[in-house]
């Protein structure tokens, strides 16, 4: 069955500080991926997304993820946090046509001044 | 983007009683819809895909005859919880596909509270 594991369920990181958050799926056929982010209360809005091509997929305010089939990973990175950044992040994986989405538990991001 | 508007963003309802919650595609017509449930600081669930003017399609776990979706026109999708008791309560979010983009984009969510 399609799954989607985000191992950190926290994570805090000093503003100015590099980010890296995991996500590991699984799944059989060529995934589609998505990273989106959750402010309190809100929707969801979409950082980026992967379906096929360069595996370094450049995404918005400055995230970056990069897609490693043999580890069948997609990290989602950022160089330098804001603490606007401060939300839940959530990974997904688009299990068929529809896009479907089967989503990870969240990472949620603090962000020390 | 394409925005997708939610009604209402939060709504408080007492148990037994039925409720409403829209879903609109503002500037782009939705081929397909989804709605997804969310507990507190946990992840989305999602509860039923639906295709304009066909029957939802739902997921294993989810009482269809309690959560009503109607998606009567490509641009409005409607979930509705009948005879809410307490623990349907929870953030509830859709979103809404274009045929041929690769992505949905999702409404800003509806928080309900059966009380």
């Known amino acids: 069955a399609q799954s989607v594991t985000q191992p950190d369920i926290h994570i805090t990181v000093s503003e100015g500080a590099s980010l890296e958050l995991r996500c590991n799926y699984s799944?059989?056929?060529?995934?589609?991926l998505f990273w989106y982010v959750q402010s309190p209360g809100q929707g969801l809005q979409l950082l980026l997304k992967?379906?096929?091509?360069?595996?370094l997929v450049q995404g918005i305010k400055g995230f970056e993820a990069e897609f490693k089939r043999s580890q069948s990973s997609f990290n989602l990175r950022k160089p330098s946090v804001h603490w606007s950044d401060a939300a839940e992040y959530f990974c997904?994986?688009?299990?068929?046509?529809?896009?479907?989405?089967?989503f990870g538990s969240g990472t949620r991001l603090l962000v020390r001044p | 983007g394409a925005v997708v508007s939610q009604h209402p963003s939060r709504v408080i309802c007492k148990s037994g009683t039925s409720v409403k919650i829209e879903c609109r595609s503002l500037?782009?017509?939705?081929?397909?819809m989804f709605w997804y449930r969310q507990f507190p600081k946990q992840s989305l669930m999602l509860m039923a895909t639906?295709?304009?003017?066909?029957?939802?399609?739902?997921e294993q776990g989810v009482e269809k005859d309690k959560f009503l979706i109607n998606h009567a026109s490509l641009t409005l999708s409607t979930l509705t919880v009948t005879s809410a008791h307490p623990e349907d309560s929870s953030f509830y979010i859709c979103?809404?596909?274009?045929?041929?983009?690769?992505?949905?984009?999702f409404g800003q969510g509806t928080r309900l509270t059966v009380v």
């Open positions: 979103s809404a596909r274009v045929r041929g983009l690769g992505e949905a984009f």
């Open positions: 799944y059989g056929a060529t995934p589609y």
């Open positions: 992967y379906f096929s091509g360069d595996t």
């Open positions: 997904a994986v688009g299990v068929d046509s529809s896009y479907k989405l089967i």
């Open positions: 500037d782009f017509q939705a081929t397909t």
């Open positions: 639906s295709n304009e003017g066909s029957k939802a399609t739902y």
